[in-house]
């Protein structure tokens, strides 16, 4: 094998070093622990009366069709979060990629990637010379990726949360990431004082009023409830031990 001139080797020691500078990206652990959009607000409970006729405040409101697309919507979010965590637990360390990549700089295969480099450009035409040192630059990321494992400064865990919230939101078809958002905030408010109250001893009689009357729940501030319908109610406690574990899974 030919040995490299002292110019060719600085020239690709200088090429290599952008591709082992690796920025540290936030972990799961901290994007699981947020609200997975935190651009997203979602709707407050609105006003309601403490007498009168319950009226549906969830926007949509509850139906059938549309509390079986949320849970659909749920459980992909659920499983592109999963799928994405298990891909981030496969990524190197920064710092072990990147001491990887500096002990493969010195590799046959890098030298022949920066010798054919040299050889393509001696011959080429200036205003070829950045195609060619593109190209190696991606051939020499190649190896790097191959050997040492993918960047994990390219991927991030917030952004990949995100993702799977649009997707969700998407197959809920519920409006729009707010709408989606909300009704998590609103199912999970039901189910948690549905918890709550079954531990009560006349559950039984209170869970029969529900289903007749509809509920509401004091919110934050005077005079602000979450408010369900009868009908809401009644589908809301059919799907809470489904629905309450895949949006605790979100939050």
Sequence with gaps: MKRMSPLVSLLATLTLLPLLAVPSHAGWGDAIKQKAAKALKAEKPKPAAELGPIKSAMTPEVTAARLASFQRGMQIEVAEREKAKKFLATLPTPE?????????????????????????????????????????????????????GPDPGKYNAQQMARDALAKGSDTAALG?????????????????????????????????KIKDEGLRIPGSGTGIYFVYTASEAALLLEQCPTLKPLIEATL
């Design 176 to 208: 729009d990431d707010v709408a989606y958002h909300a009704w998590k905030e609103w199912v999970i408010e039901f189910c948690n004082y549905i918890e709550k109250l079954e531990k009560q001893p006349d559950a039984k009689q209170q869970l029969a």
């Design 96 to 148: 072990a990629r990147q001491k990887c990549a500096q002990q493969l700089a010195t590799s046959p295969e890098m030298q022949k990637i920066s010798s054919d480099w040299a050889e393509t450009a001696a011959n080429a035409k200036p205003e070829d010379q950045q195609k060619h040192m593109q190209r190696m630059s991606e051939r020499m990321d190649s190896l790097i990726t191959g050997k040492c």
